[in-house]
């Protein structure tokens, strides 16, 4: 009589079980793909501000706006656009522009919207009717930057970008558009946005085209273009999410989530296959089944239960770090950026106020303020891409024998403007009879830069700073230490320096806390050890080792 109220409390129990882990799976799900979609268009924001500041520093140039004028008044003449010296001139700035930039095209438009200059001779002399193209030139004619995808009419998906050009009185004369790849210029932002075996983040346009490679190596061109009803439910619902599932552009089932960037023009989608992200979810709800069905071991199926519900739990601890890693990124980004840009635009407000002051020290003093939040960012974005590159297994390390001196030598004379600017003495201690390591020099050149870079940055006005190299005891390792005068490291934090993203300090703003951890990655892609030491209060020293080159091949010393 007991036994059929014990299996319908177990039954009751199981079934509870299982609809409340399978909602906390689902909730998991969508906290991860909406995390990630943010942060990839939070990154692809920051590269379209980017963007539009590349072509308006353009726009300004002296030279291209001398050239435009001169261009326009040929135009105005009617005279022949493709014989004029204005357009050689302005071909011949544009050149490493396009080259260093990686844009597809350039052109000049005139106000009326005939395009008087370009790369392409076929363009010029040419009114561009395409709706994104008039609306770029209306919105550059009213002082503001674009930039935006063509209409869907259009066979090739580039994005047009461009800015005012403005003669010496600051009136607009024309505008200055470029055209470039999303595929190029987003890839290392999309891998940002990769999930588990089968998850990608990718950009598509209005008519659903893809703008940016597949994972899988789909090309974008060559009419790849997603499901029609996905097309239809972004154009029906700008942002959203859907995890009952859908055909991808593979034809595979999959969950994602989506948002339609209105002044870009473009679409960003965040998927991964149903199978890999729904898996254990079904995989419990069989098993639910099976054990309503089973009577005979109703308190042993429990267990069991149990038992699989905690794998179940365990294996959504990756969803769980893939969403912390993304929230530390996103936090870098926000944080670490903002301080410099701010500094920037404060300073520039400065000397803009202060135009008619002469002081020749007031200017260099606000203009190596700029210089300095300039390298700062430059250094977070190339810390910020290492680290990307590592995650994604792709940063490369090619070793050769390299001469111990010259390496040191070069990060020592990085590091001394910034050192004297505190006051703070670097020591460096070479011997002559360090033999030349199996190392890649630039790599290297980096971890004894962000390592000295740290110790100045720890150590106050007046400290010391030291780094040495010796040959370690068993001959066939070369030993670099670099040691300070510093706060030094608190004990219970010095096991967590070389974990991505970890800072002492939190929301202090020093470092972005990504150079230690490019450090260990790379000194263990050489197959050498770092390690560090500290005393609080008295200072920090970091080891590390690499191997001796071999004797047959130190002829080729780099």
């Known amino acids: 009589m007991l036994l059929l109220p014990l299996l319908g409390l177990i039954t009751g129990i199981t079934l509870w079980t299982s609809y409340h882990t399978q909602q906390q799976l689902r909730q998991s799900l969508a906290s991860t793909l909406t995390t990630v979609l943010n942060t990839v268009h939070e990154a692809v924001r920051i590269w379209a501000d980017d963007r539009k500041s590349d072509v308006s520093v353009l726009a300004q140039s002296g030279e291209i706006r001398v050239e435009t004028a001169r261009q326009l008044v040929d135009y105005r003449a009617r005279r022949n656009l493709l014989r004029t010296d204005a357009l050689r001139r302005l071909r011949t700035v544009m050149a490493p522009a396009l080259k260093s930039y990686r844009f597809v095209d350039f052109e000049v438009v005139a106000p009326e919207g005939v395009i008087i200059a370009s790369n392409r001779n076929d363009e010029i002399g040419v009114m561009d009717s395409d709706p994104a193209a008039l609306e770029v030139l209306e919105r550059t004619l009213r002082g503001e930057l674009a930039l935006r995808m063509p209409s869907v009419e259009q066979t090739d998906p580039r994005m047009l970008i461009g800015a005012p050009i403005r003669d010496p009185q600051g009136k607009i004369i024309a505008t200055l558009e470029f055209r470039l790849d999303p595929a190029l210029e987003l890839r290392s932002v999309t891998i940002l946005g990769r999930l588990r075996d089968t998850g990608e983040t990718y950009a598509v346009d209005r008519a659903g085209r893809f703008l940016t490679e597949s994972r899988f190596g789909l090309p974008q061109h060559d009419g790849l273009i997603m499901a029609p009803n996905v097309v239809r439910t972004i154009a029906a619902q700008p942002t959203g999410i859907d995890l009952e599932g859908y055909p991808n552009y593979r034809g595979v089932p999959a969950v994602g989530a989506w948002k339609w960037d209105e002044d870009l023009g473009i679409a960003l989608v965040t998927e991964i296959t149903r199978d890999e992200a729904l898996g254990p979810s079904r995989f419990l709800w069989s098993l639910t089944m099976a054990m309503i069905l089973t009577t005979l071991a109703a308190v042993l199926v429990v267990f069991w239960f149990l ?13 769980q770090q893939a969403l912390q890693a993304r929230r530390d990124l996103l936090a870098v980004v926000s944080h670490d950026l903002k301080n410099p840009l701010n500094m920037i635009g404060l300073t520039c407000y400065v000397l803009k106020s202060n135009w008619a002051n002469r002081d020749r020290n007031f200017f260099d003093e606000n203009i190596d303020r ?16 290492d680290g990307v590159k590592l995650e994604a297994g792709q940063l490369v390390v090619v070793s050769k024998p390299s001469a111990v001196d010259r390496m040191v030598q070069t990060a020592m004379e990085s590091a001394k403007p910034m050192a004297d600017e505190k006051h703070i003495k670097i020591d460096c201690e070479v011997p002559t009879d360090v033999p030349p390591v199996q190392a890649d020099s630039l790599r290297i050149i980096q971890v004894l830069s962000n390592l000295l870079s740290n110790a100045i940055k720890f150590t106050p006005p007046g400290g010391e700073i030291r780094l040495s190299v010796k040959t370690a005891a068993t001959r066939n390792q070369v030993e670099f230490k670099v040691s300070d005068t510093g706060r030094g490291i608190r004990p219970e934090d010095l096991p967590h320096v070389f974990e991505q993203f970890w800072q002492a300090q939190p929301g202090h703003g020093i470092g972005s806390g990504l150079g230690l951890f490019i450090c260990k990655k790379l000194i263990d892609a050489h197959h050498g050890t770092i390690h560090a030491s500290s005393i609080e209060g008295k200072g920090t020293i970091f080891v590390f080792t690499l191997p001796v080159a071999s004797s047959s091949s130190v002829a080729d010393v780099a």
Not at 307 to 319: D, E, P, Q, V
Not at 375 to 383: A, F
């Open 370 to 385: 700029i210089r300095r939040g300039t390298i700062t960012m430059s250094r977070l974005i190339s810390d910020l891409l």
């Open 307 to 319: 038992g699989s519900r905690a794998k179940i739990l365990a294996s959504n601890f990756g969803y």
